[in-house]
């Protein structure tokens, strides 16, 4: 896009000052998207970075309650088991 509006710039210059300054309008709005997407490239990343963390924490505190459950499973069959 930008070498398309280079050559638009260049084929205007010789003479049409309104389309060479809307070229350099669209390339204003251009490089003030191309940091936004940047932004929000990073600001994704830094969301799935998070996601794992809480996946990662979500896995942990499961295996932890299973092994609570079958402790107290055991205690509770031994408990049985003594009556």
Do not use: P, Y
């Not at 350099?24 to 970075?49: M, V, Y």
């Amino acid at each position: 896009m930008k070498g398309q509006l280079n050559v638009m710039k260049h084929m205007a210059s010789d003479g049409d000052a309104e389309v060479v300054k809307e070229v350099d309008i669209i390339f204003k709005d251009l490089g003030e998207k191309e940091a936004q997407l940047a932004d929000l490239d990073k600001f994704n990343q830094t969301l799935i970075l998070r996601e794992r963390r809480t996946n990662d924490e979500l896995q942990e505190a499961h295996k932890e309650l299973v092994n609570v459950c079958i402790i107290q499973s055991v205690v509770l069959f031994n408990h049985i088991e003594k009556l």
